[in-house]
C-alpha cells in the first residue's frame, strides 16, 4: 500500500502521520512544495515580534522527525498533475526534470493561495519591490530580508484580519510605523463591530494607525516608496508607505484537483465530504483546499489550520481504508493582539439567520476571576442563541491575556458540539477557586444575561 | 408569598437572589446566623496570604446591596425550630430572645460543619488554645486575632485538601514554619497519587514540611504550645507547634431538618430531590447540608460551593412554583497551590469502578502552548474513560498557574455533561493560536493518548 499525500502544511502532514499511526507497514510519501515540511504558519508573526527565534523552531516536527515516523517526504518536488485513472502523480523533481509517482491512494493538501482582493498592483509588485504576503516560509524569509536590508520606516497593512493584526503588533515591535487598512467597518471582521472595537482601541492604544472603511484599489511603486490608493468613506484617499503587506484572505488552491476533473463548490474550494473523498477514485483532499462541514452552517468554506489538521487525520485513516468522518467545524479562533485575546465559536447573527436559525443575542462584561482577588480584569462575552429554542448558536469573547479566553472560548464550543441549550450551559457544573473564577464562572453570567433578556418561555 | 431563607452562605443567598429576580413582588427574608451575610469562604485562604484586603472585599454582595434586591436580612438571628405543620420557623434574636417568623415556603441552607475527624482534642480546644478551623468569618477573624497577637512561629496543618493547602501558603508567606499532615498516601486525595505528588513537590519546594501517612490521634495544649500525636506509617510520632489548623473536612450541618423529620442519606446530610424539595411540605433545602445529585455517581455527598449556588437557585426558583431541576455535580474543582493549579472534573478509578463502569486512564503531557512561543510549559493530564464504550468518565490536570488549567478542566467538564466519547472529544473544534494553544490542544493530546493506550475497537 503506498500512500501519497500532497502538501507539507497541516492537512498533507496530519494526514501522513495518521496513516503511519495506523498501519507501520504502510508506505507513505509526502511531497512538499519547498524545503519546509510541517511549519506553524500561525506562528510566522511571532517569527517578527522577536518571540520566536531562530526561524527553525518554527517546525511542529522537523524533517528528521518526520522520517523518523517512517514516512518519505520529496521536498522542493512540486506536483503537477495527477493521473486519475493510472494512479500517478507527475512531479517537478528539484532538479527541474519531470518524473511521476505512483500512488494507492493520494491525499491531495495543496491549501490556499494568498488573496489580491482585486487590488491592482499587487500580483504585479513583489518583495523586491517591498511588497508582501505571508503565507509560506518563502515569504517570511522575503519579508525578513527586505526588513534587514532596507531597514523601512513604515509599513501599510492591507486588512485587519488575524495574520494583519498579529503582524501591527510585530511592525510596532520592530519600531515601524503601521497604517492598518481594512475594508469593513470595523477590524477583526470575524467578530460584531461591537467587540471588534475592542480591538481597534487596543491597535490605536499601541500605535497603530487604524483606518476602517478604507477599500484599497492600487498599490504602485514610486521613486520615493509605495503609494496605495482607494476609497475612503466615499472620498479618494493616498497614502505612501515604505512596505506593503497584503494580508486580505486566501483562495483555495485547486489548481490540480479541478484539472483532474474534481468538482469545485463553496468559495471555489474543492467539493469533499465528511469523509474527504473528492469523488475522483483514490483520490482524498483535507485542509484549506476544500469545503469546510460546517455543524451550523452545513457545507462552507473556513480555511483554519485546526480544521486542516483535523480533515488531514480523517483522509489519512480513511486512505488506509478506515471511515472515519470529520467530525465539523464550529469555526472556534482566538487571537492575541497586543495585550488582548478575542476569541469566537459558533455563529454570529447573519450567519445563523442564513442557517435557518432566530438568533438573539445580547452582550455582558464579567470578571476574570472574583474581584477581591488581585488582578480580576473584566471579559466582554457576546451569545447568540435561538430565540424559539434557546439553542446556543455562538460565542464571542474579548478580555485581557492571560484571562484565560481561548478556553473560555472552548467551552462554549462543546457546548455548542452538543447543542446544548443557553440555560443548559447556564448550569454545567464547571470549576471555581476564588484566583481563577467565580462561582458561576464569566461565560455563564453571560449566558444567565441572555436568558434575562429572553421573554420567558413555557 | 413569603418565603424564607435559612442560612446567608451559597445556597440560601443564592435562593434569595433567583425568588426576587424571577418575582419581584415575593416577600423574601434570609435568616443569618452571623453578621456576614454572602461572605465568599472560598477566599478566606487569600485574606491570609495578604492578597485580598480588607476583610469586608471578601463579600460577593454587601447587606445593603442584597437589601437594594429587595429581601430582607435578618442577621445575628439563629433558626432554632421549624414548625413544619404551622409553617413557622422559630429563631433566636440577636438579643438572645425567642421569636418567630410565619412563611409560606422554607429553604434551608445551613450548610456544613467543620468535621473533628475522631481528633481527640480537637472539640475541646478552640482559638484561646491556638486550635482553629476556618469555615466561617468568625473562625477568620480569630485566626487573625490569634495570629497578630501570639505571633505564632510554627503552625501544624492537619490535612491538605484544599482549604489546608491554601493555608499552608498563606502560612509561608507569613514566614511561618508548616508542617502539614495528610492522613493518606498523597495530598490533595481528591487527585490520583501520581498528579497529587506534583503539589506535593510544590509544597516542599516552597519550604512546607509535608508529612503524608500520618494519622493524628490527639492535640492537646502543654505549656511550650500544642502537641501532636498519632501514627506515622505504622510508628508513633508527636510533633509540638505553636498553632494548630484541623482542615479535615466537614460534615452535613442537619440538626435543624432533622429535627423537623426530614430524612437523612448520604454521609448523613438530609435527603433531596432534584427539585431541592425535602419532602417535608413547603420546606426545600440545598447546599453542604444535603446529598448532591452527581450525573455519574448519582446520589452522593459532594459539598462545593458551586453545587450550593445551582442548588440554591433551584430552590429558589421552585420556591416559587417553578420546575427547575439541579442539572447535577460532576465534582469540578481547581485550587491554586503556589505556582500550581490542578483540576478535576469527573470520577476517578475507584469511583467510576463503584458506579458500574470499567474505567482505564493514562497520564499524558503537552505544553499548555507551542513550544516556539515564550513561556510554554507542561500540562500533566489523567483522562479517565470506560474501556467498553469509550466514554470520557474524567479528567485531572495539573500545571503552572498561568496555563489555563481550571478553563481547560471545563471543556472535559462540558463533555462529561454530554456524555461524550474521548474519541469525540479528540475531535472537538477548539481554539488555537500559537500563544495560547496548540493546534490540537493539550486536552486532545491528552485524550488521543488515551485512545493510543486501548485495544481497537470494532
Redesign the interface.
Known sequence: MHIVAIGGS?AGISAALRAR?LDPSADVTVVVADRYPNF?I??IP?YFTG??HPWQ??A?RTSADLEATGMSLRLDTFATRIEVAGRRLEVRDPDGSESSIDYDELIVGTGALPSSAGIAGLDELGPEDGVHVLHSMGDTFALERDLDERQPKSAIIIGAG?VGLEMAEAFIARGMDVTQLQRGPEVLSTLDPELGGLIHDELVRHGVDVVTGSRVETVTRNPNGLTVTGIHHGEPFERTTDLVLAVVGVKPNTDLLERAGATLGAAGAVVVDESMRTGLPNVWSAGDGVVTHH?LLGVTYLPL???S??QGRVAGENALGGSAR???????????VFDL?A?R?GVREHEAIAAGFTPASTTAAADDH?????GAKPITIRVTGDAGTGRLLGAQLVGA??T????????F???L??E?TID?FS???????????S???AVQVATQAWA?SQPVRA
Chains 1, 2 share one sequence.
Request: proline share 6%; glycine share 8%; charged share 20%.
Open positions: 497541516d499511526e506553524s500561525c506562528g511571532y518571540d520566536v523552531t518554527l511542529h488575524y455543524r489550520g485546526t480544521t489538521h483535523k470529520f467530525a465539523g467545524s464550529l469555526g472556534t479562533q482566538v487571537v492575541k485575546v476569541a465559536t472574583k474581584a477581591y482577588y488581585p491575556y492571560g484565560e479566553i481561548a478556553k473560555r472560548v472552548d467551552t464550543a462543546v457546548a458540539h452538543n446544548m443548559a448550569e454545567l457544573d464547571l470549576s471555581y477557586t476564588p484566583p481563577l473564577g462561582p458561576w464562572d434575562r
